[in-house]
């Protein structure tokens, strides 16, 4: 259960921008738009979004500028693009559990599945947040709502957990925060041998923790001697 994923995410993208694309025949239109963006990844991880042209990137796909133009018309569209599949990724997510009731096991399921949604799209998140400063006014503002929005729906879910030892916004901004150093570090628990099953299982357990019910002193006092 996904909302995108590396098979369906070029025919969203094929679909969602037809009225910019002007390339018609299906086939050769996804295989083509897999190849600018993965080539974008790659370009923006060598030499930095900021610092690469649609000159490079016809290098590295192999298309001719007019064949690149039929896809995209600057690096500003390339990027409002990239951002949008997070969006709209980020999005769904939470409308997939609407129906549970209670509200840990809500917020377990968008832990999860918020990990997990990273993961598939790792080099799409990766390049939101480390490329979103360069680009256009608008479009950081936008990345900056999106990621409020989730996190007020995060706040939302955890605001319903009776007797809440603290603020839920913050506890969904620490939420957020080890989901960024996933898809962003890498590395890190590449090193460790930490998978996206793992890395979920101790994100939940903290929040679990962290919103369980404090035992009463008296009983703590009894586990105590």
């Known amino acids: 259960m996904t909302p995108l ?3 369906n995410i070029w025919a969203y993208l094929l679909d969602r921008y037809a009225d910019r694309i002007t390339v018609k025949r299906r086939k050769p239109a996804l295989e083509n738009l897999e190849r600018i963006f993965n080539a974008t ?17 016809c290098g590295e796909t192999g298309l001719s500028m ?22 709209h990724a980020t999005h769904e997510v939470p409308k997939m559990f609407s129906t549970v009731a209670d509200p840990l096991d809500r917020l377990e399921a968008l832990i999860r599945a918020s990990i997990y949604v990273s993961e598939i799209l790792q080099p799409w998140f990766y390049f939101v947040f480390m ?13 900056k709502e999106s990621e409020l929005h989730v996190q007020s729906l995060f706040a939302g879910v955890i605001a ?10 913050l506890l969904a901004s620490h939420i957020l925060a080890s989901f960024q150093d ?17 890395f979920a299982d101790s994100v939940v357990r903290m929040a679990r923790g962290y919103l369980a019910p404090s035992a009463a002193p008296a009983e703590a006092d009894a586990n105590a001697e």
């Not at 490329?131 to 990345?143: F, H, I, K, N, Y």
């Not at 996933?182 to 793992?198: E, F, H, L, Q």
Request: hydrophobic share 35%; proline share 5%; no cysteine.
């Open 131 to 143: 490329d979103s400063r360069v680009l256009q006014a608008e479009q950081r503002s936008t990345a």
């Open 160 to 169: 319903q957990v009776p007797q809440l030892p603290h603020s839920p916004d």
């Open 41 to 57: 990844f790659k370009l923006a991880n060598e030499v930095g979004f900021r610092a690469m042209n649609l000159r490079d990137l």
């Open 182 to 198: 996933w898809y962003v570090k890498r590395w890190k628990y590449r090193a460790a041998d930490i998978g996206p099953d793992r």
């Open 5 to 7: 994923d590396g098979a």
């Open 66 to 87: 007019g064949g690149l133009y039929g896809y995209i018309s600057s690096k500003d569209q390339l990027a409002e693009m990239i951002e949008d599949v997070v969006r």
